[in-house]
């Protein structure tokens, strides 16, 4: 199973601290909008996304379709068709994309410890 760019959603209290604080550690912005309260920060192949206000845990993140450095990778793993594999092993989803539909779209898994997996299919 593709699950496709791997990345950290980590819900922070403030973003510019926060920024700062990866900053030191070698990570730059390349995506996002701090006004807004997001940025994705990457280090080599490593992203984190730092989210202020928008989630309650941390997330673990997958994007089909994407790679490391958020452009379009050619054959990929549809949301949809990874709901179902997920559902055939027994994996009950927290959040389910329609499948009627096609593009975008996400799904979100809990583990067994409770942390949230979301797969999340932008294109």
């Known amino acids: 199973m593709e699950l496709g760019n791997f990345s950290v959603s980590l819900t922070v209290k403030d973003i510019a601290v926060s920024k700062a604080f990866y900053e030191k550690l070698g990570f730059e912005a390349f995506a996002g909008e701090e006004s807004q309260g997001w940025l994705v920060l990457k280090n080599g192949t490593t992203n984190i996304g730092l989210f202020q206000g928008m989630f309650e845990n941390n ?18 793993t549809d ?9 055939e092993q027994g994996i009950a989803l927290t959040q389910e994309a329609d499948d009627s539909t096609e593009g975008p779209a ?6 067994p410890d409770g942390n949230q997996i979301l797969i999340d299919q932008h294109r």
């Open 106 to 111: 996400n799904i979100v898994v809990t583990d």
């Open 59 to 76: 997330i673990l993140t997958f994007n089909p379709g994407w790679d490391h450095e958020g452009k379009e990778t050619g054959e990929f």
């Open 79 to 87: 949301v949809r068709e990874l709901q179902k594999q997920l559902k």
